[in-house]
């Protein structure tokens, strides 16, 4: 499945942000989805990752009760709402896909479609 992030911007310390990921080539619904985040001279890192369903999401510590994962089906497409955004939270975040058997995987390992990232800069 092809994917395409967007959504990213500049935005001032405790601002918000919806990125976008737009699905297309095969049916969104078969796949387990997730976003991945990194920043510059830091390791690639998991931010969060939802079922095929949406029924199940998966967080990381850094972001949890702050950002939010959900999916449109419909519209073959998956969101990640980011409120109360810090400066730690800059970097390039990538929208991911993977097979129902992941679950909702933290490992970039086994998600085998990724996107082009969208840059999220936060300001203090």
């Known amino acids: 499945v092809q994917l395409q992030a967007s959504g990213g911007g500049l935005v001032q310390t405790g601002g918000s942000l919806r990125l976008s990921c737009a699905a297309s080539?095969?049916?969104?619904?078969?796949?387990?989805g997730g976003w991945f985040r990194q920043a510059p001279g830091k390791d690639r890192e998991f931010v969060a990752s939802?079922?095929?369903?949406?029924?199940?999401?998966n967080y990381a510590d850094s972001v949890k009760g702050r950002f939010a994962v959900s999916r449109d089906n419909r519209k073959n497409t998956m969101y990640l709402q980011m409120n109360s955004l810090k400066p730690e939270d800059t970097a390039v975040y990538y929208c991911?896909?993977?097979?129902?058997?992941?679950?909702?995987?933290?490992?970039?390992?086994?998600?085998?479609?990724w996107g082009q990232g969208t840059q999220v800069t936060v300001s203090s």
């Open positions: 991911v896909a993977g097979p129902a058997s992941l679950g909702c995987s933290t490992s970039p390992f086994g998600y085998d479609d």
């Open positions: 080539g095969r049916t969104f619904s078969r796949y387990t």
């Open positions: 939802i079922s095929l369903s949406g029924a199940s999401t």
